[in-house]
T-cell receptor, first 115, second 114 residues
Framework: GENVEQHPSTLSVQEGDSAVIKCTYSDSASNYFPWYKQELGKGPQLIIDIRSNVGEKKDQRIAVTLNKTAKHFSLHITETQPEDSAVYFCAARGRNSGNTGKLIFGQGTTLQVKP | KAGVTQTPRYLIKTRGQQVTLSCSPISGHRSVSWYQQTPGQGLQFLFEYFSETQRNKGNFPGRFSGRQFSNSRSEMNVSTLELGDSALYLC?????????????FGPGTRLLVL
């Protein structure tokens, strides 16, 4: 079945350093890959997304790269700040979902940015 | 523009009871999806509604059901509650249904089953 593996499960970095979170998906027909940030007591907030016809996308300190051949995609956060501390989820939408919005989520990465 | 709203935010029920959760999507959004979030299983898709029709369903028992109204608001119902149903239930909305549609999540309803 459809599956998304996310690593690492926890990540601790110093303020100002970069953080990288990686995800691998199983459905080669997946065509949409969003990343969400979830803070304590809140719902997931979309921070960036990428579609299968694009290899990389940037938004200020955040970037996502997609390697369709290897079926993996990564989130890169540069110049991390304490407010970046949260749980990050990757997700994929596969063609097996039909024309629907069903997302398959990774298990999440708890990012801690130390001041 | 107001975000996705969910009510109630917190709920305590006992085993065997039933519960109804409500979701109001972002104005103009017609697709609503529901997810269950637990520490052990993570975020799992429950079902999706578009134009009052269920378009996709996850691997949950029939005790989990939902519906969507003509104003795109959605409700989900869980009957005969079990301890394992304790979770954060998240609703997400998008403008349309389909490939690559961005989904925006609400704050969730935290359900505790005793």
């Amino acid at each position: 079945g459809e599956n998304v593996e996310q690593h690492p499960s926890t990540l601790s970095v110093q303020e100002g350093d970069s953080a990288v979170i990686k995800c691998t998906y199983s459905d080669s027909a997946s065509n949409y890959f969003p990343w969400y940030k979830q803070e304590l007591g809140k719902g997931p907030q979309l921070i960036i997304d990428i579609r299968s016809n694009v290899g990389e996308k940037k938004d200020q300190r955040i970037a996502v790269t997609l390697n369709k051949t290897a079926k993996h995609f990564s989130l890169h956060i540069t110049e991390t700040q304490p407010e970046d501390s949260a749980v990050y989820f990757c997700a994929a939408r596969g063609r097996n979902s039909g024309n629907t919005g069903k997302l398959i989520f990774g298990q999440g990465t708890t990012l801690q940015v130390k001041p | 523009k107001a975000g996705v709203t969910q009510t109630p935010r917190y709920l305590i029920k006992t085993r065997g009871q039933q519960v109804t959760l409500s979701c109001s999507p972002i104005s103009g959004h017609r697709s609503v999806s529901w997810y269950q979030q637990t520490p052990g299983q993570g975020l799992q898709f429950l079902f999706e509604y578009f134009s009052e029709t269920q378009r996709n369903k996850g691997n949950f028992p029939g005790r989990f059901s939902g519906r969507q109204f003509s104003n795109s608001r959605s409700e989900m119902n869980v009957s005969t509650l079990e301890l394992g149903d304790s979770a954060l239930y998240l609703c997400a909305s998008s403008i349309l249904q389909g490939a690559g549609e961005t989904q925006y999540f609400g704050p969730g309803t935290r359900l505790l089953v005793l």
